[in-house]
């Protein structure tokens, strides 16, 4: 029996021996990351560039009020990250909680305010004073409109799969599955967070603010 | 891993977000004085950006090594 046990053991120990070390393993998580995002760049870099084809010096008419808005809450959700970031390398776990969690209902925010607003899919229509707080762009108007919603559209893609990422790092969090030592999936979800925040860093100009009003 | 106070981390994080936020509105302001000028704009978006990847994202952690 101890004999069993002791193989058992050898055999698990053997396991272990053949795991790179952690600082290893997080060295190539980042660099396995970092390389995801680079070849992300090149599908939203396409978008920007066909944006700049389609629309050269112009561009549609879009409530410059929502994309603003918009931009400051993706904004500020990032910063919420950072927070959380820094709240579980500090071993701060309700720090971590709370602010991923925030961080996820502000994209939520910036989702509805793409998706109900700008893309007004209820097809809405009012104002506060001068402000227009819905959008008039169809993506049946043809294919200028059609750059918009691929851009804004898939932004919003990753918009979702942010927050699903933020929200199950939260619930993990809850479950005390991370520490100091030992806090990949936090770093991992916050690096895909950010990296959406600086696409829409680029979009949010070329979208809103580039050209003359056609 | 962690070599600086959290305090002073997260004072560094709350400053970077009111600098993103001041290169916001001059960005919108900068929109509305030179009629939408794509290279100015673009500037801005590269500051923003680099702003971003180095704070929030720490791009420096690639080539640092990690003691634990």
């Given at each position: 029996?101890?004999?069993?046990?002791t193989?058992?053991?050898?055999?698990?120990?053997?396991?272990?021996?053949?795991?790179?070390?952690?600082?290893?393993?997080l060295?190539?998580?980042r660099?396995?990351?970092?390389?995801?995002?680079?070849?992300?760049?090149?599908?939203?870099?396409?978008?920007?560039?066909?944006?700049?084809?389609?629309?050269?010096?112009?561009r549609?008419h879009l409530?410059?009020?929502?994309?603003?808005?918009?931009t400051?809450v993706?904004?500020?959700?990032?910063w919420?990250?950072?927070?959380?970031?820094?709240?579980?390398?500090?071993?701060?776990?309700?720090?971590?909680?709370r602010?991923?969690?925030?961080?996820?209902?502000?994209?939520?925010?910036?989702?509805?305010?793409?998706?109900f607003?700008?893309?007004n899919?209820?097809?809405?229509?009012a104002s506060?004073?001068?402000?227009?707080?819905?959008?008039?762009?169809?993506?049946?108007?043809g294919?200028?409109?059609?750059?918009?919603?691929a851009?804004?559209?898939?932004?919003?893609?990753h918009?979702?799969?942010?927050?699903?990422?933020l929200?199950?790092?939260?619930?993990?969090?809850?479950?005390?599955?991370?520490?100091?030592?030992?806090?990949?999936g936090?770093?991992?979800?916050?690096?895909?967070w950010?990296?959406?925040?600086?696409?829409?860093?680029?979009?949010?100009p070329?979208?809103?603010l580039?050209?003359?009003?056609? | 891993?962690?070599?600086e106070s959290?305090?002073?981390?997260?004072?560094?994080?709350m400053?970077?977000?009111l600098?993103?936020?001041v290169?916001?509105?001059?960005?919108?302001?900068?929109?509305?004085?030179?009629?939408?000028?794509?290279?100015?704009?673009?500037?801005?978006?590269?500051?923003k950006?680099?702003?971003?990847?180095?704070?929030?994202?720490?791009?420096?952690?690639l080539?640092?090594?990690?003691?634990?």
């Amino acid at each position: 029996m101890s004999m069993i046990s002791t193989a058992s053991q050898e055999h698990h120990n053997d396991e272990h021996s053949h795991e790179p070390p952690w600082p290893v393993q997080l060295k190539s998580n980042r660099l396995g990351m970092w390389l995801f995002m680079l070849s992300e760049i090149f599908l939203f870099g396409a978008l920007l560039t066909a944006r700049f084809i389609l629309w050269g010096q112009y561009r549609p008419h879009l409530s410059q009020e929502i994309g603003l808005v918009a931009t400051v809450v993706l904004l500020f959700s990032s910063w919420l990250v950072y927070r959380g970031q820094t709240a579980i390398e500090f071993g701060d776990h309700k720090g971590f909680q709370r602010n991923f969690l925030f961080a996820a209902i502000f994209g939520l925010l910036f989702l509805i305010g793409v998706v109900f607003f700008e893309w007004n899919i209820f097809g809405l229509s009012a104002s506060i004073g001068p402000i227009e707080l819905f959008g008039h762009l169809r993506p049946s108007d043809g294919v200028e409109s059609g750059i918009f919603f691929a851009m804004t559209g898939w932004h919003a893609l990753h918009v979702v799969t942010g927050v699903m990422l933020l929200l199950i790092m939260w619930n993990k969090g809850r479950h005390g599955e991370f520490s100091p030592e030992r806090s990949w999936g936090v770093e991992g979800a916050g690096l895909y967070w950010h990296f959406v925040d600086v696409v829409w860093v680029f979009y949010y100009p070329a979208l809103y603010l580039m050209g003359l009003p056609m | 891993m962690v070599s600086e106070s959290k305090s002073k981390a997260l004072r560094r994080g709350m400053w970077t977000f009111l600098v993103l936020m001041v290169l916001t509105i001059i960005e919108f302001g900068v929109a509305i004085a030179l009629h939408g000028a794509v290279i100015p704009l673009f500037l801005i978006a590269l500051v923003k950006a680099a702003i971003i990847v180095w704070v929030f994202m720490h791009i420096y952690r690639l080539w640092r090594e990690e003691s634990h």
